[in-house]
């Protein structure tokens, strides 16, 4: 992810309210999202309507009688299908009828996203005893900026030309033609025709009498359609709410002792259907809203690895849309080269004009081994021998990449250097350009290779050697289980710190490791690279105040050189690094410590309406205080919704034996609170079975449902 996402201007509404990111709200719909803030408002700067990576609705702002409504309260439903903001009045005069005092209307806006079009219903009721005629005014533009505008690239080449609005009565229509050859189009249309409409307002005069409602239905589009009335809106929300409810069903089903962990997990679970697009290929998990609301490949990975235990399908439509766009030559715009798994993928004009390179981009170090390590741990949880066989070029291709093309420089590590200064310069998870560096501060030089993604690649060398066995290939079993065992080596004898009793986060172009403690070497103890002697100082010090700040693992410990509790990458609390830092531990039975992280990430949640940010500021927990946020975080965003699903495999010890089809519990626990807890519908083989959990003395008893067949090993 590229953190330059600008923070956008802080507005004062009349009414006083703050307009700012930190108060946005999302909808989503296949390639079209929405961000509006808790007015309903989009003001034009980091908010919009947009599809295909283009802002299509730039402004759409409600006035009565010339000024703001007072708001009330806005909230996402528990589904994610439908934003509503509640409003009232400020005084306004007497135009014919009684002047209405401040709180006499009461206004719903209510809006959902479907079929690539925006719904939205304007009720307007009077609570006074007298008639009141009221002045609505509808401000609304469309600027059609590309995605990376709106986030602060300069066009070298400008941009290409907007047409003059066009009106016919009830809808205005906007079009772009841009450099690019596209034409792109707006529609804003109205149920009722306005009073006055003009190329950037519409203005409206409601007659109410008292106890009464008036509603008003608008669509934004790409294109034009049948006039806005009550049966579309109906018919349109039916749709949505269906299709979401169908998403938000797949997988095992969930449920504790506890409501509010309930709502975690089902907020999260939201999200993750919200965020998913069907493809060809299968699911899969965009990003995030509102800059990363594209397919990506490093999130995707690692969003459909937390929830692999519950819902292996994800993995697997991920992992066929990502073969489909494995890189097939050399390019150093695009850093690719055959085999490897792409970074990102975008539509808007400035990626197909080659402004920049993301259209299709495979400057990531790191996602061609997650790809390979997801397909082995896919082949382990579900015994789908039939779709690895499909899926094997691919594989060998993306193996291929990490032996030859990997290693630039042959000292036997993962490394990367951009190939162009247009592509991102550090191409790891944490590629900001500040993340990676000496303990003097100072920054490395190419080519770099990162610790976490040493441990990425061993798990695919280990992966691919266990099922090169399975296929009857003991000669590529022994290779790639001596590359992997090799790779081991290299990450003890070159990036362990023995002063420190931790990992250096990386070794540079001269060979010179850099002796920084990140939360990097977590993600070691997830592939389990380490031996148990260091793992067991690894995880000591991500449990340290240095690292756990009450809420999550901090990505840089205090006292390190470049921290900074608000950056981006140096000092920042990400929920899926915190995730896999506690899959690490519990890998390496460090039992205490993932309950500890379960209960700070929980705890985090209930802070932001039982939905995890993107990230959040790693400042250290103050008693009866809530996490500081990062002001232009993500939210949603796909893996820190996934991260609830992995903190509670950790906590349970589960895994799933897809060869076997066992159910495997390692000293299973209970987060903090919770008393019993049940997967219903866990798919192992053939069978769905059901497991409950429940507290027996010092220890979690753990028990399959009546009538399943699926064998339940419990390890202590």
Not at 640 to 652: E, N, V
Request: aromatic share 10%; with cysteine; charged share 25%.
């Amino acid at each position: 992810m590229t953190p330059d996402a600008p923070t956008g201007s802080v507005e004062q509404g009349e009414t006083g309210e703050p307009r700012s990111p930190s108060n946005l709200f999302a909808l989503k719909d296949k390639d079209t999202f929405l961000v509006a803030d808790a007015f309903g408002d989009v003001m034009g700067a980091a908010d919009g309507l947009f599809h295909d990576d283009t802002r299509l609705l730039s402004k759409l702002r409600l006035l009565l009688g010339n000024r703001s409504p007072a708001l009330l309260s806005a909230s996402v439903s528990q589904d994610n299908v439908f934003f509503t903001s509640h409003s009232t009045n400020e005084p306004l005069p007497a135009l014919g009828g009684a002047a209405a005092p401040h709180g006499a209307i009461h206004v719903e806006r209510k809006r959902f996203l479907w079929d690539q079009r925006l719904y939205e219903r304007l009720r307007f009721v009077n609570y006074s005893r007298d008639m009141v005629i009221l002045p609505v005014g509808l401000e609304y533009d469309a600027d059609f900026h590309d995605m990376f505008e709106v986030r602060g690239s300069k066009r070298p080449a400008g941009r290409g030309r907007v047409l003059p609005a066009e009106m016919d009565g009830r809808s205005v229509t906007y079009a772009y033609d841009g450099l690019d050859g596209v034409r792109r189009t707006s529609v804003v249309s109205f149920s009722d025709p306005p009073g006055r409409l003009g190329p950037q307002r519409a203005d409206f005069m409601f007659m109410l009498t008292p106890e009464t409602h008036f509603d008003l239905h608008i669509e934004v589009g790409v294109k034009p359609d049948h006039p806005p009335t009550r049966e579309r809106w109906r018919d349109a929300a039916a749709r949505a709410r269906v299709d979401m409810r169908k998403r938000r069903r797949r997988g095992a089903r969930l449920h504790s002792s506890g409501r509010l962990f309930n709502d975690w997990l089902e907020k999260s679970r939201a999200d993750l259907a919200l965020l998913t697009t069907e493809f060809a290929t299968g699911p899969y998990p965009y990003a995030g809203i509102p800059w990363f609301s594209t397919p990506f490949g490093r999130d995707a990975i690692i969003t459909a690895w937390q929830v692999l235990w519950i819902e292996p399908g994800l993995a697997k439509g991920v992992l066929g849309y990502l073969a489909e766009h494995q890189a097939l030559e050399v390019s150093a715009f695009r850093d690719s080269a055959p085999g490897k798994i792409m970074h990102e993928t975008r539509k808007g004009e400035m990626t197909a004009l080659g402004e920049l390179p993301f259209g299709r981009y495979y400057g990531g170090v790191d996602t061609t081994p997650l790809f390979v390590a997801l397909a082995c741990a896919y082949a382990e949880r579900t015994g789908d021998l039939t779709f690895i066989e499909n899926l094997w070029t691919p594989l060998t291709a993306a193996i291929a990449w990490i032996e030859h093309f990997g290693d630039s420089d042959g000292d036997g590590l993962i490394d990367y250097a951009r190939g162009l200064d247009s592509g991102l310069s550090n191409q790891n998870w944490k590629d900001s350009e500040d993340s990676v560096f000496h303990e003097d501060g100072k920054f490395p030089d190419g080519p770099i290779a990162v610790v976490e993604v040493q441990g990425y690649a061993f798990a695919a060398f280990k992966g691919m050697a266990d099922l090169a066995e399975r296929r009857g290939d003991p000669q590529n079993a022994e290779r790639w289980r001596a590359k992997a065992e090799h790779l081991r080596q290299q990450v003890e004898d070159k990036f362990w710190m023995e002063d420190k009793g931790f990992y250096a986060m990386a070794i540079d172009g001269h060979g010179k490791p850099c002796r920084v403690k990140g939360s990097n070497p977590g993600h070691l103890l997830f592939c389990g690279l380490p031996s148990p002697d260091r793992a067991k100082k690894v995880a000591d010090t991500l449990l340290s105040a240095a690292f756990h700040n009450g809420f999550g693992v901090r990505t840089l410990a205090q006292g390190e050189p470049r921290f900074n509790p608000m950056s981006y990458h140096n000092g920042s609390v990400w929920p899926h690094d915190t995730a896999i830092c506690a899959m690490g531990l519990a890998r390496y039975g460090h039992r205490d410590g993932v309950v500890q992280m379960t209960s700070g990430l929980f705890e985090t949640a209930a802070h932001y309406e039982m939905r995890l940010p993107e990230l959040f500021c790693g400042f250290p927990r103050q008693p009866g205080e809530p996490p500081v946020a990062y002001p232009v975080a993500c939210l949603p965003q796909a893996w820190a919704a996934g991260s609830a699903f992995m903190m509670l495999q950790a906590c349970l010890g589960i895994t799933v034996d897809g060869w076997k089809n066992e159910v495997h519990l390692t000293d299973p626990r209970l987060p903090i609170g919770i008393d019993h807890l049940t997967i219903g519908g866990l798919g192992v083989g053939d069978a769905l079975t059901d497991i409950s959990f429940e507290h027996n003395g010092p220890r979690v008893a753990a028990h399959v449902g009546k009538g399943s067949t699926v064998p339940l090993l419990i390890r202590r």
